[in-house]
């Protein structure tokens, strides 16, 4: 299976088609390409925990953001694993900007629009 190349606000990232043929499910992977920070975080890090610079985070953050209609997002704490975490709507206590003390995980789910 290929992954769809997607460019949206000058910020590229890359979608499945699977997915993509759901007008209602939102999705991106996104690289490091397109982001403010420097080396050697270059350059769409998005995680406050590495030591790079909390502003450029921020504005990383932001672009992914665009790509979504400018909507607020969650972050998880990627660890590059096997582990997925749901947000039912139902359920949802946690407050904006907290981004970071979620579970480890490399993919979230949501009914949350």
Do not use: W
């Amino acid at each position: 299976m290929s992954l769809i190349s997607i460019t949206k606000n000058g910020t590229s990232f890359l979608q499945f088609p699977n997915l993509s043929k759901f007008s209602e499910i939102s999705h991106g992977v996104f690289t490091r390409k397109n982001g403010y920070s420097t080396a050697p975080y270059k350059s769409l890090n998005t995680s406050y925990s590495t030591g790079d610079d909390n502003g450029r985070v921020k504005l990383n953050r932001s672009v992914i953001a665009k790509c979504f209609d400018g909507n607020d997002l969650i972050f998880a704490r990627q660890v590059h694993g096997v582990e997925a975490v749901s947000f039912a709507k139902k359920n949802m206590s946690i407050e904006k900007g907290s981004f970071d003390v979620l579970p480890e995980c490399d993919a979230m789910i949501t009914d949350i629009k």
